[in-house]
């Protein structure tokens, strides 16, 4: 059973630019969470989409977007990159109603490097 | 809002010895999740153990636990019998019912041979 996948796993992008991370929830899964980690620090909130709606948003400007597919799989999209958009993007899954008894599951990230 | 606090950045612990993490969390709401994840060079979040706030019994996996006080808000993590593969970046986390999960800082544990 795969469980949540993120591609690419690494990427270089200019500052301006815009970029898009992908996201394949766990099978059974179907909310899809989005975390920034900056290096050394914790994983801060961006986004959470169901039902191809975002359900919540954190503290993160405009020039974050995504989107939630039919079959679950998500996209977020970063609009005119900067330096401080460098980090590890994680996605997370759980089944809907359930992220607190089970927690989410993690994909291994994709670390964005903006130059 | 809710914090998550994890006074310790760094700890080493020999093999086979125990190691205690603290953390500390500030919240209004009367029922929510704690967690503890930990989180290898690999990078992938791995879930090591979970409490749910309205259980007084303190949760136990393997060679993992925790002490939850809720009048304290506060919710360690015990490593007992360190092993090697123990070594990585550890997080408290939180989930009150509105399910947005907030991390603590980390605490980078190192098992020494």
């Known amino acids: 059973d795969a469980g949540v996948t993120q591609s690419p796993t690494h990427l270089i992008k200019t500052r301006g630019q815009q970029v898009t991370l992908r996201c394949s929830p766990k099978?059974?899964?179907?909310?899809v969470s989005w975390y920034q980690q900056a290096l050394g620090q914790g994983p801060q909130f961006i986004f959470q989409y169901y039902e191809e709606e975002e359900r919540q948003r954190g503290n993160f400007p405009d020039r974050f977007s995504g989107h939630q597919f039919p079959n679950y799989s998500s996209e977020l999209n970063v609009n005119a990159l900067l330096l401080g958009d460098s980090a590890l993007y994680l996605c997370?899954?759980?089944?809907?109603?359930?992220?607190?008894?089970?927690?989410?599951?993690f994909g291994s990230g994709t670390r964005l490097t903006v130059v | 809002a809710q914090t998550v606090t994890q006074s310790q950045p760094e700890m080493s612990v020999q093999e086979a010895e125990t190691v205690t993490l603290s953390c500390t969390y500030d919240t209004s709401e009367s029922n929510y999740y704690l967690f503890w994840y930990k989180q290898p060079p690999s990078r992938q979040m791995i879930l090591v153990i979970r409490?749910?706030?309205?259980?007084?019994q303190n949760a136990t996996e393997n060679r993992f636990s925790v002490n939850f006080q809720k009048a304290a808000k506060s919710f360690s993590l015990k490593i007992s019998d360190s092993q090697l593969g123990d070594t990585a970046m550890y997080f408290c986390?939180?989930?009150?019912?509105?399910?947005?999960?907030?991390f603590g800082a980390g605490t980078t544990v190192t098992v020494r041979a």
């Open positions: 099978s059974g899964h179907d909310t």
């Open positions: 409490q749910e706030a309205y259980k007084q």
């Open positions: 997370a899954s759980s089944p809907v109603g359930a992220p607190a008894n089970y927690g989410y599951t």
């Open positions: 986390a939180f989930i009150p019912n509105d399910y947005k999960l907030s």
